[in-house]
């Protein structure tokens, strides 16, 4: 920890500050009166409580609260996952190609039509003369 200069020249003062934050921490959080505690509500409306132990390491205590959370089945959060944002950008992507083929299409049918009345016209007047 960065020693830093006190403003009241005290070097305690930070041992003793957290130790009065603890203590008013505990007051209210610790009843010494039998008061129930927040664990207490929920047991007394049979809601399930998960008791997790700290000291075991990070992996256990995910898979521990994961097993705690799935224990009535597999939990679906409708989250639209990177497959599905695929999925729908391939279909728009498909979508405008597939209109702007039509469109081509359509335009090259046009100008086929209008060539072949250009032959069509060439004919005639050949035929005429």
């Not at 039998?34 to 997790?52: A, Y």
């Amino acid at each position: 920890m960065k020693q830093l200069p006190d403003i009241n020249n005290d070097p305690n003062i930070i041992q003793r500050r957290l130790k009065r934050r603890l203590t008013a921490y505990k007051e209210l959080n610790e009843s010494k009166k039998g008061e129930p505690s927040l664990s207490d509500f929920f047991k007394e409306n049979k809601v399930n409580i998960l008791s997790i132990d700290c000291s075991k390491g990070e992996g256990d205590i995910i898979e521990e609260s994961k097993v705690f959370v799935e224990r009535n089945g597999k939990i679906l959060n409708y989250q639209i996952f990177d497959n599905e944002i695929e999925k729908q950008e391939k279909y728009r992507i498909n979508s405008k190609v597939a209109k702007k083929l039509l469109l081509l299409m359509k335009n090259f049918k046009k100008m086929n039509f209008m060539i072949m009345r250009k032959k069509k016209l060439k004919k005639i007047l050949i035929n005429q003369n």
